[in-house]
């Protein structure tokens, strides 16, 4: 089946410093790879997505790339601020499957220090 | 309207009690998700619609679970008998349709607290 394996958090850094959040999958096929966030207090916001390899999905600063070589898709941000505290899940869809339901990672809390 | 909305935000409950929850979709939008949120679980899925069928209850952890969708629009996900393991946020999403559209929509959630 598929299954999404991301870091353990809590994270925890200082502002301007660098992020990255691992996340590796299992799945077959060909899946679209998502990055979703969830501020304190908020609901799941789609932050970034891939759908082949080699793509590079981008928002707010953040970047990740799907490498199928390695079935990875890690989050990075070079500069955070206090405001990128947040849960930060790791997320497929098999796409062109019925439904294309998500199977998400353990989620890695993100505690950005002023 | 302009996002998923779902109701109540927060429901507190007696165990043995029956609960409905609601969730509005986008407008439009024909797939329709149930996802629930736990300490223990992360986020896992329940259920899928496709208009107002469910071609997917892969996810629904026991026959208590139930869910329903109407006019291709509001659904509701029903627990019966509640059990204390139920507590939970419960997230409802929505996608349009078509294969190439793969970007599920959230709602705010609601929050089950099973005294």
């Known amino acids: 089946g598929n299954s999404v394996t991301q870091m353990e958090g809590p994270v925890t850094l200082s502002e301007e410093a660098f992020l990255t959040i691992n996340c590796t999958y299992t799945a077959t096929g060909y899946p679209s790879l998502f990055w979703y966030v969830q501020y304190p207090g908020e609901g799941l916001q789609l932050l970034l997505k891939a759908t082949k390899a080699d793509d590079k999905g981008s928002n707010k600063g953040f970047e990740a790339t799907y490498r199928k070589e390695t079935t990875s898709f890690h989050l990075e941000k070079g500069s955070v601020q206090v405001s990128d505290s947040a849960v930060y899940f790791c997320a497929l869809t098999p796409i062109k499957a019925a439904g294309n339901k998500l199977t998400f990672g353990g989620g890695t809390r993100v505690l950005v220090k002023p | 309207g302009a996002g998923v909305s779902q109701s109540p935000s927060n429901k507190v409950t007696e165990k043995g009690k029956d609960v409905e929850l609601r969730c509005d979709p986008i407008?439009?939008?024909?797939?329709l998700y149930w996802y629930r949120q736990s300490l223990g679980q992360g986020l896992e899925f329940l259920i899928y619609f496709q208009g107002n069928s469910a071609p997917d209850k892969s996810g629904l952890p026991s026959d208590r679970f139930s869910a329903e969708r109407t006019g291709g629009s509001v659904s509701t996900l029903t627990i019966q008998r509640t059990q204390q393991e139920d507590s939970a946020v419960y997230l409802c999403?929505?996608?349009?349709?078509?294969?190439?559209?793969?970007?599920?929509?959230f709602g705010p959630g609601t929050r089950l607290t099973v005294l």
């Open positions: 999403a929505s996608r349009p349709t078509g294969i190439s559209t793969d970007t599920q929509y």
């Open positions: 407008s439009g939008h024909t797939a």
